[in-house]
């Protein structure tokens, strides 16, 4: 019927396409993800970058790069791409948090040719001033190292620490 050979050849061209497709799916992925659109429309529509770079302001990498994690409704993202107008092009770095399945650009940088940097940033970013809180925003709490916990013992005669790990919690 058919050769062994031949059988072996076509696994491996099915195989090396499996996994070219997922290396595509996972580089891709980033380009297509709502931060990166919404940096993209953002840096689009900035008069001030505008006015640096020159109308209309497009991509400029092919794939941008970076981090996108998410887990349920809260997420955050890191991206690094190009854009470029007719007089003149930057590196972009966009960091982008989600909380409640919403997301919100934190920071939005694009440094130029000659070495400035263009901070755009949204007006809740603006408003939360120097502190660097947005408002309306959660943070996570601060996770407590079992070793920074005292360990004196209470009235079951555990520390803080064993009766911690014996409940899954580290008190604050």
Known sequence: ???PGVLLVLL????VILLAQGIWNRLTALRGSEPYRLALERLQNSQELQAKLGSPISEKSWLPSGTLHTEGERGEATLYFKVAGPEDEGDVM?????????WTLVLLEVRLKDGSLIKLLPESARAAGSSGRLEGLEEAPRWTYPSEIPSTPDETGRTEDQAAAHIGYSPP
């Open 12 to 15: 491996g061209v099915i195989v």
């Open 94 to 102: 966009a960091q982008a948090r989600r909380f409640g399945g919403q």
């Open 1 to 3: 019927m058919c050769r």
